[in-house]
């Protein structure tokens, strides 16, 4: 029969095993506040006992482990880390080796966008009998990782090379260990409008910020202070390598003559019938139309949500729909204060105000 306490030869070791649990639930109560000096102690001594009461029930093994057993465990988690980090860092630099370019920039600088483009020019003009999409672009550009579906294993078109460049794609800040002295295409975007559409893509689609867009502006971690230390960190990479630098705002005004800029960057022959193809097959209303219907790989959010979609809007100087005079002056202020001079021509043809830089 089933009850809601201890069979009867059980019932004086559950009291002995909540003789020891019930002082780790009071203490924190009134009656140890004057004994702060060596409560770590006699918690550590109560874990302890509560443990050797768990282990010694009827030989089931502890339930809660001993603060030795806390321990061992962090220590081998830790070096599980340590050790997981350090073996994928030294394959990504490997793999960075032997690409042509690194495809960077801070997210929401419309990479995805371009990304699309130059997948959808090289499957057309080198034949790879590819038909891209959200999904299958990952296979011709892939992210800078070891991810095996949208990182470097997904890479498919091994047999091409060196004809067709291999060009990872990654948000990372710059590393010289990782990215060695790889030549680099950085995207900039203006940061007014870079901060709108990075809120809009934090608090609807990964849902990783509660807050509202002045809020999200000066968060350190996802906000204006994180796009600076990553424009002032790149700075200094772009400059000590082959680098090309690739505005949002270009692009969208002239799109295939900036591409062509790109291809010739890279060293790959323009074939201009087919980058005016690519660039129709790129259209925003196509791209957009195309995400609601099939997502982004490992991505799940509300695609009915125009403001969720990594497609959101597509236009330059939107900001100004959504900040006010102060969050402009905020954005604009902190750019000139802390940005630095290197940073600040990185967004040379982005049509940020730098003269009140």
């Given amino acids: 029969m089933v009850t809601d306490g201890c069979n009867d030869d059980r019932l004086a070791k559950c009291r002995d095993v909540d003789a020891h649990a019930r002082p780790l639930a009071g203490v924190a109560g009134d009656e140890r506040l004057g004994e702060r ?3 770590n102690a006699s918690l550590t001594a109560q874990r302890d006992s509560l443990g050797r009461v768990m282990a010694d029930w009827n030989g089931v093994p502890a339930l809660v482990p001993t603060a030795r057993s806390f321990d061992k465990m962090a220590k ?4 599980k880390r340590i050790w997981r980090r350090t073996t994928n860092s030294i394959r990504l630099a490997s793999v960075a080796a032997r690409s042509d370019a690194v495809l960077v920039s801070y997210p929401k600088s419309g990479r995805t966008w371009f990304r699309f483009i130059l997948s959808t020019y090289f499957a057309r003009a080198f034949g790879l009998g590819l038909d891209v999409d959200l999904h299958s672009m990952f296979t011709v550009l892939p992210n800078f990782d ?3 579906v949208r990182g470097f294993p997904a890479f498919a078109f091994g047999q091409f090379r060196p004809k067709l460049p291999l060009v990872p794609v990654s ?3 710059h590393q010289r260990r990782l990215f060695l002295n790889r030549p680099v295409i950085f995207m900039v975007r203006d940061p007014r409008d870079l901060i709108v559409s990075a809120y809009f893509h934090a608090t609807r689609q990964k849902h990783r910020f509660q807050g509202d867009i002045g ?3 000066s968060d350190r971690d996802h906000g204006l202070p994180s796009l600076v230390r990553y ?3 790149w700075s200094a990479g772009v400059a000590a390598r082959r ?6 705002e270009n692009l969208s005004s002239n799109t295939e003559h900036e591409t062509a800029k790109v291809l010739s960057f890279l060293g790959c022959e323009i ?10 097959a790129s259209r925003f209303s196509s791209m957009q139309e195309q995400e609601r219907s099939m997502g982004l790989p490992a991505h799940d959010y509300d695609r009915s949500d125009s403001e969720s979609l990594r497609m959101r809007r597509g236009q330059v100087g939107g900001f100004a729909d959504y900040l006010d005079v102060k969050q402009i002056a905020m954005i604009e202020g902190t750019c000139a204060r802390e940005l630095t001079l290197a940073a600040k021509k990185l967004l040379a043809s982005t049509g940020f105000p730098l003269a009140a830089c």
């Fill in 76 to 79: 081998a988690n830790l070096a």
């Fill in 231 to 233: 424009l002032n960190g």
């Fill in 271 to 280: 074939n201009l019938p087919e980058l005016a193809r690519a660039v129709e």
């Fill in 215 to 217: 809020q999200f502006i």
């Fill in 146 to 148: 070891l991810d095996p």
């Fill in 171 to 173: 948000h990372l800040g």
């Fill in 243 to 248: 680098a090309h630098v690739l505005s949002y």
């Fill in 37 to 39: 000096s060596d409560s």
